[in-house]
């Protein structure tokens, strides 16, 4: 069951990720992000997205 959570947890955060990577890009493209303050962010959402694909991660190689 652990197996089969870490894996699915895993699976939820590499979607979270592909979803705020591309709402940073669609900003972006679109002008909404102008000023540092956007891009920083952006950027935080990125680095706590990728932050929780690493920690599921660990969790998956640790259950097997």
Same mark, same amino acid.
């Given at each position: 069951?652990d197996k +089969?959570?870490? *894996? ?5 955060? !590499?979607v979270i990720? @592909?979803?705020v990577v591309?709402?940073? /890009? ?7 992000? +102008?000023?540092? *303050? ?5 950027? !935080?959402?990125?680095? @706590? ?5 690493? /920690? ?9």
């Amino acid at each position: 069951m652990d197996k +089969t959570f870490s *894996f699915v947890q895993l699976i939820i955060a !590499v979607v979270i990720f @592909l979803c705020v990577v591309s709402g940073v /890009i669609g900003h972006i493209v679109l002008g909404h992000i +102008t000023s540092i *303050f956007g891009f920083i962010v952006s950027f !935080v959402f990125i680095a @706590l997205s990728w932050v929780l694909i690493r /920690i599921s991660y660990k969790e998956l190689r640790e259950n097997r």
